[in-house]
């Protein structure tokens, strides 16, 4: 698996071949609360980069979730809907949202790595 990329909406994407796994920050998931609601995209929509992809509702607010990358969605993740207080314990991990078959590449490059990411989210945290 490819190192991990930050957008400043607190999603998070990893890269293999031509397909990016996209999900919601550790960050995110904390400021959150508890997960109570997740709607994913559509297999087979496109979805432009910093688009409106998904919505993510917790006990305190419901925020929406983006694409760092455009291009077409290959899979969701039935898991997060089912049950999604699973978001909260594996936000980085498991409890990832969908996969998007990217169309450019050169997308991934305005994204932050773990340290700028940690530093920005410290620096923008209310």
Do not use: C, R
């Not at 559509?42 to 993510?56: F, H, L, P, S």
Request: charged share 30%; aromatic share 8%.
């Amino acid at each position: 698996m490819s190192e991990k990329k930050y957008s400043k909406q607190h999603e998070w994407v990893t890269i293999e071949g031509d397909v990016a796994t996209v999900g919601i920050t550790k960050h995110a998931a904390e400021l959150l609360g508890d997960i109570v609601f997740v709607e994913l995209p559509d297999k087979g929509k496109n979805v432009e980069k910093e688009g409106q992809a998904g919505v993510v509702e917790s006990t305190k607010a419901a925020s929406d979730v983006y694409t760092p990358v455009t291009g077409e969605i290959t899979e969701t993740n039935q898991s997060i809907v089912d049950d999604p207080a699973i978001v909260n314990k594996d936000p980085e991990g498991t409890s990832w949202f969908f996969k998007v078959k990217v169309k450019n590449k050169s997308e991934l490059d305005g994204l932050m790595n773990k340290a700028d990411y940690e530093k920005f989210a410290k620096e923008n945290t209310n």
